[in-house]
C-alpha cells in the first residue's frame, strides 16, 4: 500500500511540476513608484537624445555585441521617435522640444508637396508611405497640445490633407502615394497605417474643430471596428493596434457609438492578455520553451501604450467604466516590467558603447530606435494612472 | 445553475462517485465496511477543507491570479475526464482495514487531484462557505453511497464514470475558457 501511495504521490508531484512550468508560472509584475517610472521614462527618452544626430536624425539601430550601427534608416519609425519626445513633453517634460524639433526640421526636409498637400517620404527611395506622415502630424498635435504654439499649423494642415487623399470609400487608408503615377497605390493597405492615420486626424479635430477632421475619423474609427479584422485577413482578430486604442481614447468625447465601445472592449482584453502573459515570462533555457522568447520593448511598450489609452477611454466613458481598475492593475504592471528590463546608467557601465546602453531595452544584444519610442511612451502614459492612485485616498 | 450548484457538480464530476464505487468494487471482496468509510469521509473532507482554506494562500504563494489558476485547473480537469473516458476506473490495492479508508479511498479517490483542483480555483473565485459547504455534501454523500452499494459486481459504475468523465471535461473546458478570456 506504502508503494502505491508513493507511487501515485508521485505521479501527481510531476503532473504539478508540468503545471508550473507551463501555464501556472509565476506571475511577475515588478513593483513601480512614481519616481522610477519617471527615472525609466526619462532615461529612454535621454536614449534618443544622445542618439541623435546633428542633422535630425536618431540611431536607427545599434548592436551591442558588435558595438556597430546597421546602415539602415525607416523614416516611419523616425516620425514614431520624434513623436514619443513630443508626446513626453505633452505629458509635462518640456525638455524634449528641442531634439523634438530637430527630428521635425530632417522631416521638413524630407517633404514631397503636390496639388494642397505634403507628405513625408524617404530620400533614399523616394517612397512615400502613409505612415510617416501620419507620425509627423501626430507628433506635431501633441507639440502643440504641450506648447500651445501655432507654428506649425499650416504644415499639420497639409499633412492632414494627405492623409484624407489616401482614404478609401470604405473608411480604410492606403499606405503607399506613387510618386510615378502621382496617385495612391490602390493596392497595399497596412494595419498600422490605418489606425496611425485615425489618431492623426482625431487630434486634427480637437485642435480645429469645425474643419471636418471628424468626418473622415468616424469613418477609419468603423472600418476599423467593424471591418478591418476580416477584410485584411488579420488572425486572431482584434489585432491588438495601441494607434486604434490612442485614438478611441481621443475620440472619447465625440462620444463613441456602441460598435466602437464593443471594439474597443475587445482591445482593452486583448492588451491585457498580453500582458499577462508576458508576466509570466523570464526568459531562460526552462522558461522559455515554454512561455516564449521576452518580447521586445517596441512590442511591450505599444501594450501599455495601448492600456493606458483605453484607461483614459474608460474614465471618460461609462460603458467601459468596469475595466478601470483592471486596465490600470495591467497598465501598471506593463510599466513595471519595462523599468525592470531597462538598462540602468550603473549597468550601463560594463557595456561597450555605455552611453547608447543606459536607458535602452536590447534583445540579442541588439536595441532598435522604437524599442525606446514605444517604452517612452508607455511609461510616460502610465504617469498618469500612478499618480491617480497616489491622489486617490 | 446557482454558484453552490455548480461547485457541487463540480466537486462531484471531480471525484466520480461510479469511479470510487468501481475501484472499491475491483479491490474489495464484499461491501466497503463503515470504518473505512468514516475515515474516507473524515479524511478526504479534511483534506478539501484544508485546500479550500489555503486556496489564497497557496496563489499568493505561487505568485498566480485566481484568472490564471483557472486554466491550470480547468486542465488538471480535463485531463483526469479523458483518464475516464480512455482508461476507466482507476484501480488500487486495498486493505481490509481502516487504512484503506486514508489510501486509496480518501487520498486519491474522494481528495483526488482533480477535486483538489475544483476547490481551490472555486475557493478563490467564490470564496470558502460556499466550497465548505459542497465539499462536505459531496464527500459524505459518496462515502455514504459507496458504503451502501459496493460489493455488487455490475459494469454499470464503469460506463457511469466514463460518463461523469465526459462531463468532467464539459466543465473543464468552460474554466479554461473562462480563465483565458479573464486573464
Redesign the interface.
Known amino acids: ?1 506504502i508503494v ?2 508513493g507511487a ?1 504521490l508521485a505521479v ?1 508531484a510531476v ?1 504539478l511540476a508540468l ?2 512550468l507551463t ?2 508560472a ?3 509584475c515588478p513593483e513601480i513608484t512614481p519616481e522610477l517610472l519617471e527615472t525609466s521614462a526619462a532615461a529612454s527618452a535621454e536614449w534618443i537624445e544622445i542618439a541623435q544626430y546633428p542633422d535630425g536624425r536618431y540611431v536607427y539601430e545599434y548592436n551591442a555585441d558588435t558595438d556597430s550601427f546597421p546602415n539602415d534608416y525607416n523614416v516611419v519609425r523616425h516620425a514614431g521617435v520624434t513623436m514619443s519626445l513630443y508626446q513626453a513633453a505633452a505629458l509635462g517634460d518640456l525638455a524634449r522640444i528641442p531634439a523634438a524639433d530637430l527630428g521635425t526640421a530632417w522631416m521638413q526636409a524630407n517633404l514631397i508637396e503636390h496639388d494642397d498637400w505634403v507628405a513625408l517620404r524617404n530620400p533614399n527611395t523616394g517612397r512615400v508611405k502613409l505612415g510617416a506622415s501620419s507620425l509627423m502630424l501626430a507628433g506635431l498635435t501633441q507639440r502643440r497640445l504641450a506648447t500651445g504654439d501655432p507654428h506649425y499649423d499650416d504644415l499639420m494642415k497639409q499633412l492632414a490633407r494627405f492623409l484624407v487623399v489616401m482614404q478609401l470609400p470604405d473608411g480604410a487608408m492606403l499606405n503607399f502615394w506613387d510618386p510615378g503615377t502621382g496617385k495612391p497605390d490602390p493596392s497595399v493597405r497596412s494595419r498600422y497605417a490605418t489606425g496611425e492615420a485615425l489618431w492623426a486626424l482625431a487630434q486634427m479635430h480637437r485642435h480645429f474643430p469645425g474643419e471636418g477632421w471628424d468626418e473622415p475619423s468616424w469613418r477609419i474609427a468603423d472600418y476599423l471596428a467593424l471591418h478591418r479584422d476580416e477584410v485584411e485577413e488579420l488572425d486572431f482578430p482584434p489585432w491588438p493596434d495601441q494607434w486604434a486604442a490612442y485614438s478611441l481614447s481621443e475620440m472619447a468625447d465625440w462620444p463613441l457609438k456602441e460598435h466602437h465601445i464593443e471594439y474597443a472592449r475587445a482591445l482593452a ?1 486583448r492588451f ?2 498580453l500582458i ?2 508576458e508576466s ?1 515570462r523570464t526568459g531562460g533555457f526552462i522558461n522559455e520553451p515554454f512561455h516564449g522568447r521576452l518580447t521586445r520593448a517596441a512590442g511591450l511598450g505599444t501594450w501599455v501604450e495601448g492600456l493606458t489609452s483605453m484607461w483614459r477611454l474608460a474614465r471618460t466613458d461609462e460603458r467601459l467604466a468596469d475595466l478601470e481598475p483592471e486596465l490600470a492593475e495591467r497598465a501598471i504592471c506593463g510599466a513595471g516590467i519595462l523599468a525592470s528590463r531597462q538598462i540602468t546608467f550603473r549597468e550601463s557601465a560594463a557595456w561597450p558603447n555605455p552611453d547608447l546602453a543606459a536607458g535602452a531595452w536590447f534583445r540579442d544584444g541588439i536595441t532598435r530606435m522604437d524599442d525606446q519610442q514605444h517604452a517612452l511612451s508607455g511609461l510616460a502614459l502610465t504617469e498618469a494612472i500612478l499618480a491617480r492612485q497616489e491622489d486617490t485616498p | 445553475m446557482s454558484g453552490l450548484w455548480i461547485t457541487i457538480l463540480l466537486i462531484f464530476a471531480s471525484i466520480n462517485p461510479p469511479a470510487v464505487l468501481a475501484t472499491v468494487n475491483r479491490a474489495e471482496k464484499g461491501r466497503l465496511q463503515l470504518v473505512p468509510a468514516a475515515v474516507a469521509f473524515l479524511a478526504g473532507a479534511a483534506l478539501l477543507l484544508a485546500a479550500t482554506f489555503a486556496a489564497d494562500a497557496f496563489l499568493d504563494a ?4 485566481p ?3 483557472r ?2 485547473a480547468g ?2 480537469m480535463a ?1 483526469t475526464g479523458v483518464a475516464f473516458i480512455l482508461f476507466g476506473p482507476f484501480s ?2 486495498m ?1 481490509q482495514d481502516w ?2 479508508g486514508l ?2 479511498l480518501a ?2 479517490l474522494l481528495a483526488s ?1 482533480a477535486a483538489f483542483a475544483a476547490v481551490l480555483t472555486r475557493s478563490a473565485d467564490k470564496g470558502e462557505p460556499q466550497v465548505v459547504l459542497a465539499s462536505l455534501i459531496v464527500v459524505a454523500a459518496v462515502a455514504v453511497g459507496v458504503a451502501l452499494v459496493s460489493g455488487r459486481d455490475s459494469p454499470i459504475p464503469g460506463v457511469l464514470a466514463r460518463l461523469i468523465g465526459a462531463v468532467l471535461i464539459f466543465r473543464a473546458v468552460g474554466l479554461i475558457i473562462d480563465g ?2 479573464a ?1
Open positions: 500500500m502505491a501511495a501515485t501527481c503532473g503545471l508550473r501555464v501556472a509565476p506571475q511577475h482584453e491585457g492578455f499577462r502573459v509570466q | 505561487l505568485q498566480l491570479e484568472e490564471t489558476f486554466i491550470s486542465i488538471v485531463v488500487f490495492p486493505e487504512k484503506s489510501f486509496p487520498f486519491p487531484p483565458i478570456r486573464v
